[in-house]
């Protein structure tokens, strides 16, 4: 058995009766960067956003002041202020796509724009991409209706506006890994932005650490059961993925992998360290990609095989979404930003700055990560090789939970490349993260089954 250094358990995570505490460590940038998001700027955004009367994807273009035209050409305008400041990393395009026509589901052929701010990563080595994305279109209950006002300060005004304050942030530091801010189009009608986008990705071979949709993240109160509450939010992650091959599918069978999937690590990874960044708020994780007859930008980005979750507020006020605005039977309706809570808002950029900060600062994921199958033993061996982009690794994290548990339990930190543990491989799961001198953790990596000799 080869020797190994865990150097100490660093984190007791889960349910667990009398377990340790918890060891915060915050690195003093992200948690300054996190510290900025401000509750102000989210609501002038979204009053921005608001005053184009409506951002329906048949709505006027040419229209300085109304429709989506305007909105788009208003977010790139103002992603373009922080160029200078990034030192010309920062660079705004459009991604114009055709959709509709003849027969289909939107009967005119419709040019649309994607707004996208990419922040060019200062390793020109390191081909890591990180995403975030959020939808500018809006809508009322007709879904072809094109000019009534359709405000969408939550759907989605709350998760552009997270993400122009994150333009606004980060772009003024420098990391490592290049990361592309997605203002999509085309959601409310078929995911047409987001599919654009995806195609593109594919086609470019992007190599994509994660992609984090935000769609609908301000509001606090539910419809029906009047429930209160900003301190939680959801992070959507599918199981079984829906780009599948059949090898894949019985390796994910084999191993039991079926809640250990690349965006099921994501999850978990956002909840992990979005908790370590901001305060009064739980992430939790939903195990499905996503609401009942509801979509969202991720599942074009999943259909390709990459890592992509949907952020979502707990609580969803059904009177506001879709609705056309005012006053029917003592209910208001409409996606008006009264219904917008801006702390909240606040609090969810927060954890999407602190993850994608921290995915920028880390090393790559570690590769060949295998756990022995080979021989009866009620010790397991893992072993794995370095990265093969970012930075070398101080070394690496071992996650292990029972089988039963959602959120890792233990964390060891271990600094050669195998480790044997005193426990059954068949009672836990594993996996392996890199992680560098300041704690910034790559995503975790599910082994696959590795033989006893090298
Ligand atoms: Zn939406």
Redo the contacts with the bound molecule.
């Keep these: 058995m080869k020797r190994y250094l865990a150097l100490f358990i660093v984190i007791m995570l889960g349910i667990q009766v009398s377990s340790a505490q918890q060891i915060i460590r915050r690195d003093p940038l992200i948690s300054s960067m996190v510290g900025e998001i401000s509750h102000d700027s989210i609501e002038a955004y979204i009053q921005k956003l608001v005053s184009f009367h409506t951002r329906h994807n048949l709505s006027v273009q040419d229209d300085p002041d109304i429709g989506i035209g305007a909105a788009w050409n208003w977010v790139k305008k103002e992603f373009e202020k922080y160029v200078p400041g990034s030192g010309a990393r920062l660079s705004v395009e459009f991604v114009n796509y055709t959709v509709g026509g003849e027969g289909q589901r939107m009967e005119k052929e419709t040019e649309l724009r994607n707004v996208i701010a990419t922040l060019k990563g200062t390793n020109p080595e390191d081909d890591r991409v990180l995403l975030i994305s959020?939808?500018l279109?809006s809508r009322v209950e007709d879904n072809f209706d094109s000019t009534t006002f359709a405000p969408?300060a939550n759907?989605?005004g709350s998760?552009v506006a997270a993400i122009m304050e994150l333009v606004r942030i980060m772009s003024a530091h420098e990391f490592p890994v290049t990361i592309k801010y997605m203002i999509l189009t085309g959601?409310?009608q078929g995911l047409f932005g987001a599919s654009a986008m995806a195609d593109i990705a594919s086609e470019e071979n992007w190599n994509i650490v994660a992609l984090l949709n935000n769609?609908?993240i301000g509001n606090s109160g539910s419809s029906g059961t009047l429930l209160n509450d900003n301190m939680r939010v959801r992070v959507f992650s599918e199981g079984v993925p829906a780009f599948e091959t059949e090898q894949m599918a019985r390796m994910r069978s084999y191993t039991a992998g079926e809640n250990d999937g690349n965006a099921r690590q994501l999850a978990r990874y956002i909840k992990e360290v979005g908790e370590r960044y901001v305060d009064q708020l739980d992430v939790t994780l939903v195990y499905r990609n996503d609401r009942y007859g509801?979509g969202?930008?991720h599942t074009p980005f999943c259909r390709k095989g990459f890592t992509a979750v949907r952020i979502c507020e707990f609580n969803e006020n059904y009177h506001r979404?879709h609705t056309t605005p005012g006053e029917r039977d003592g209910i208001m309706y409409g996606d008006l930003p009264e219904g917008v809570d801006y702390e909240y808002v606040r609090k969810n950029a927060g954890i999407n700055l602190a993850t994608l900060a921290n995915l920028a600062l880390s090393p790559g994921q570690p590769v060949n990560a295998g756990i022995v199958v080979s021989g009866l033993s009620n010790s397991t061996t893992l072993r794995w090789e370095k990265p093969e982009t970012g930075k070398e690794p101080a070394g690496y994290y071992i996650l292990m939970r029972e089988t039963h548990q959602s959120m890792w339990q233990k964390k060891l930190f271990v600094t050669d490349t195998e480790v044997t543990l005193p426990y059954s491989k068949d009672n836990y799961f594993f996996s392996v993260q890199s992680v560098d001198s300041e704690g910034h953790e790559s995503l975790p990596v599910f082994p696959g089954p590795a033989r006893r000799i090298r």
Excluded: I, K, L, V
Aim: net charge negative.
């Design positions: 959020a939808h279109d969408g759907d989605d998760g959601e409310e769609d609908m509801r969202g930008d979404t």
